[in-house]
């Protein structure tokens, strides 16, 4: 079985990566890891399970290889792992307790971890964050007894563990799961001065009109570019609704204008989807006019809402900018939607800021 330092040492010589300092100095870690758990088990009536090797929490900026890291070193594992977006992960947890709670469990935790840590040995999480106080009471509780149970974690954020949950309703319930983080994992920011997903779309058109057969093939190129291949859908929580977007992964969201736009969705999904994503590919966005002017107004809501907070859109449409909404009530105010669309297609617009 490789190493993960032989593994990205491969993807550099097939031109696959790009070598980068920060990225490499994180292998160690990496490996560490792959080998602990690579060891055959002990077998014997008396003897004791060995400890499982500390895991892993990778934070830095967005861009910066933490994903890609994270996907190598599972290629590696030659054990039971899964790798999950970790709001995905959450939602799991929270509708497989919903049932056993209506089958009359009162204390559904436990045997959702033991699912879990039966199933697999290492849990690979994209992107931990938590927003949500659902998510933020039950966590302890769950990794705790994820731990206990020999599961070993590996997980990216963009945040540090003191400030997951920065300002959260009832935060000091919250608090000890940090400490059982930095307890259990070893904590290791990945300090890149370069912003590897800018690089793969510095210099790539971003915008493509007519919405056609052509622009999609191009798109599929930057999204495949964005994900790997790997992609799930993305659930968003928003007072008490769900709006799903059917492709996702690694901060990236990929929806047509109709799933966005077409729904009865406002600006709490909006500034939801802005908070989650870094980059959002949306096709197929029609003419507007007062024959769609519903959709329009939401799309305008869109808009504003990632523009905000500098998403990165990527985009197919019928028309330039300025020509999506020329006739109807609405058109003279589009005028600031289009100048943000021109703005937001800029070189430097997005993730550098992010």
Not at 198 to 208: H, I, P
Not at 255 to 267: N, T, V, Y
Not at 309 to 330: D, F, H, N, W
Request: proline share 5%; with cysteine; hydrophobic share 40%.
């Amino acid at each position: 079985m490789q190493t993960v330092e032989q593994l990205y040492n491969q993807r550099v010589e097939q031109g696959r990566l790009k070598a980068d300092p920060a990225q490499q100095s994180a292998l160690p870690s990496l490996e560490r890891i792959r080998a602990a758990v690579a060891e055959p088990a002990k077998r014997g009536f008396f003897r004791k399970a060995p400890e499982p090797p500390k895991g892993l929490y990778l934070w830095g900026g967005v861009g910066r290889g933490k994903s890609m890291l994270m996907d190598l070193f599972v290629d590696t594992l030659n054990v039971p792992a899964r790798r999950v977006h970790f709001h995905a992960f959450m939602q799991e947890i929270h509708a497989e307790m919903h049932r056993l709670r209506s089958d009359g469990v009162e204390d559904p935790i436990k045997p959702v971890a033991k699912a879990v840590s039966d199933a697999v040995r290492v849990l690979a999480f994209d992107e931990m964050q938590i927003t949500d106080i659902t998510d933020a009471m039950i966590v302890g509780r769950l990794f705790e007894q994820l731990f206990d149970a020999g599961c070993v974690v590996v997980t990216t954020s963009n945040r540090v563990p003191d400030d997951l949950y920065k300002d959260g309703l009832n935060r000091q319930l919250f608090l000890p799961f940090i400490d059982l983080l930095k307890d259990r994992m070893e904590v290791r920011e990945l300090a890149s001065d370069r912003d590897h997903r800018q690089d793969r779309l510095a210099g790539s058109q971003v915008y493509f009109t007519p919405a056609n057969a052509e622009a999609r093939s191009q798109i599929d190129v930057l999204w495949n570019e964005l994900t790997h291949g790997q992609e799930e859908p993305l659930v968003l929580h928003v007072k008490g609704r769900e709006v799903e977007l059917p492709r996702f992964h690694n901060a990236a969201a990929r929806a047509s204008f109709f799933d966005l736009c077409g729904r009865a969705l406002g600006p709490a999904d909006y500034l939801k989807l802005a908070e989650c994503v870094r980059i959002l590919i949306v096709e197929d966005i029609p003419r507007l006019s007062r024959q769609n002017f519903n959709e329009a107004k939401r799309f305008v809501t869109l808009i504003d809402a990632l523009y905000e907070a500098r998403v990165k859109l990527i985009a197919s449409a019928a028309a330039q900018p300025e020509m999506l909404y020329v006739e109807g009530t609405g058109s003279f105010e589009f005028e600031r939607t289009a100048s943000r669309l021109r703005e937001m297609q800029g070189v430097e617009w997005g993730m550098a800021d992010s």
